[in-house]
């Protein structure tokens, strides 16, 4: 079964720019989250989509972050303009929904560094 | 106050020893518990669940004390491939099964 895919794997850019990330969850995957970790911290959770609805975007900082889930599959996140902050890994999460686990299925992350 | 707690690190034990690691939530309506395992520039996985009555899973030891809000790991007969970041996670009733995630704990294993 594949994984969860993500890309770019890494990204460079300068302040101010602007900056996409894609991601393709497991398939079957109804939920989908993104994490921002920032260097020697856990995962934070930015946003959260069932199918192609928000279920909960509250950590999202909404004047610069915005993600979507148009056809309830693969998913955006959009960053602009970057601050240096936000240098981190953003790493995208699958889960199924129809099940008792919490298990949430990670895919390898996009690194980005602001300069 | 953090959501969940844990020591940094990083511990540095040799091969075979047995090492605990330990984690504190403050939220008590949190509902359910796990380890995560998080390898040096890898994506997160699931390692364990942490049940009440507590769990192992060959050399590893979940526990779990929801009076304590206090939740442990123990690796025995460590292995060069344990050496990991080891996240405690938590999740809080009704969260739409969110996860919150400890800042980890860095455990190297040596030869």
């Known amino acids: 079964e594949a994984g969860v895919a993500q890309s770019p794997r890494y990204k460079i850019i300068e302040k101010r720019q602007s900056v996409a990330f894609w991601c393709n969850p497991i398939?079957?995957?109804?939920?989908l989250y993104w994490y921002q970790q920032i260097l020697g911290q856990g995962p934070k959770l930015l946003i959260q989509f069932q199918n192609n609805g928000v279920v909960d975007d509250s950590q999202l900082p909404k004047d610069r972050f915005s993600a979507e889930r148009l056809k309830g599959v693969d998913s955006t996140l959009k960053i602009q303009p970057a601050k240096l902050e936000d240098s981190a890994v953003y790493l995208c999460?699958?889960?199924?929904?129809?099940?008792?686990?919490?298990?949430?299925?990670f895919g390898p992350g996009t690194r980005l560094t602001v300069t | 106050r953090k959501e969940v707690e844990q020591d940094p690190g990083p511990f540095n034990v040799p091969e075979g020893a047995t090492v605990a690691f330990n984690c504190t939530y403050s939220?008590?309506?949190?509902?359910?518990f796990f380890w995560y395992r998080q390898d040096c520039r890898k994506e997160p996985k699931l390692l364990m669940s942490v049940y009440s009555s507590g769990n192992e899973d060959g050399r590893f030891t979940a526990q779990l004390n929801r009076a304590s809000q206090y939740i442990s790991l123990l690796i025995r007969d460590s292995k060069l491939s344990d050496s990991a970041t080891y996240l405690c996670v938590v999740t809080l009733s009704g969260s739409a099964r969110q996860l919150t995630f400890g800042s980890g704990t860095q455990l190297t294993v040596l030869p």
């Open positions: 939220n008590s309506a949190s509902q359910s």
């Open positions: 999460a699958s889960s199924l929904v129809e099940t008792n686990s919490y298990e949430q299925y």
């Open positions: 398939s079957g995957h109804a939920t």
